[in-house]
């Protein structure tokens, strides 16, 4: 069942945080439906402007109609992650997301307010939600190219007024999260400070985090004992997202680790099997262990058992 981000938020705030799963293709939408349904937890399907165009668009969302059929009990919402206005109002007018995300961080406080607000009231003419951004995370994912020289920390004052003037439904906040598998150096970190500071602002707020990969270091330990050359790659200590949800955060975005995992399988796999050359061998090795990644993920997150629950109020 496809729901809007705002139904999942009102049952999680200040309990537990939503998954929000990057996928590109058809194996990581098994895994995720099925580790999903697994843990009993509800979800969020991001689709980025980079998996729009991987292949087709139309093709992508096929694949989330036909699971939506397959596996009839699983409540998720379908989000566009990091869309700029084109991309956001080709969302809204196709008829088919849930939610999506203006992301005009890059654009001073006043213009991303003016380029936010168009996205805002077309998307609520058409009962669709919206997330938008606040800050400057760092690092590189997809075509979010940011220096950390130029990352900047949200501003609580500047998002309560942000959130009055452009009438979103989310803030993705920048409390020192970055994108990619490369987040940290030194005593680097979450400021829960600031975080605090703009849920006592917006109480009741629904806040995103992005850039939230915990990038495991088993993960990256066997890519590089299969051949790969991670070097240096630090995530967010998944322990932190339970006080993050206590201080409003409903929705945490995850994707590098998901292709941590893909890539893990199919290194280790050919290594091992260099004989072989069938996808589907390594594709059902994969959806499975994106499965148990996506169960053991939700339950950091607090999300997991929550389904029913969830399920009487949006039903």
């Known amino acids: 069942m496809i729901v809007t981000t705002k139904k ?3 049952a999680a705030y200040g309990k537990y945080a939503i998954g929000a799963y990057n996928i590109n293709n058809l194996e990581q939408a098994m895994g995720l439906f099925r580790g999903n349904l697994d843990s009993q937890a509800p979800f969020i399907i991001q689709i980025s402007r980079g998996a729009r165009s991987y292949t087709d668009k139309l093709m992508l969302e096929g694949l989330i109609r036909s699971a939506n059929e397959v596996f009839p009990e699983a409540i998720f919402a379908v989000h566009l992650d990091h869309g700029d206005e084109e991309t956001a109002m080709d969302c809204i007018n196709s ?5 999506v995300m203006i992301d005009a961080s890059h654009a001073p406080f006043d213009e991303n307010i003016a380029i936010t607000k168009r996205v805002v009231d077309a998307a609520h003419a058409k ?3 919206v997330e938008a951004e606040l800050g400057q995370l760092g690092g590189v994912e997809e075509d979010i190219s940011v220096d950390e020289a130029d990352a900047k920390l949200t501003n609580p004052d500047e998002a309560k007024e942000f959130v009055e003037r452009t009438g ?3 803030l993705a906040c920048a409390i020192g999260t970055s994108h990619g598998a490369f987040k940290f150096a030194g005593s680097q970190g979450l400021h829960f400070n600031v975080l605090a ?3 006592k602002n917006l109480p009741g707020f629904p806040l995103v985090m992005h850039g939230s990969s915990s990038v495991p270091q088993e993960e990256v330990k066997r890519i590089n004992d299969a051949g790969g050359k991670l070097l240096g790659a630090k995530g967010v200590d998944a322990d932190q997202f339970k006080r993050a949800a206590e201080l409003g955060v409903t929705k945490i975005n995850i994707d590098t680790d998901g292709r941590l995992v893909w890539t893990r399988v199919h290194r280790e796999f050919f290594r091992d099997k260099p004989e072989q050359f069938d996808l589907r061998p390594p594709g ?3 959806m499975a262990e994106y499965a148990k990644f996506i169960a053991d993920k939700n339950v950091k997150l607090g999300s997991a058992g929550q389904l029913e629950e969830v399920r009487k109020l949006v039903g």
């Open 8 to 10: 999942l938020f009102e």
């Open 95 to 99: 008829g088919f997301y849930s939610s």
């Open 127 to 129: 009962g669709i939600v």
């Open 168 to 170: 979103c439904d989310s």
């Open 197 to 199: 500071d703009i849920q």
């Open 284 to 286: 059902k090795i994969f």
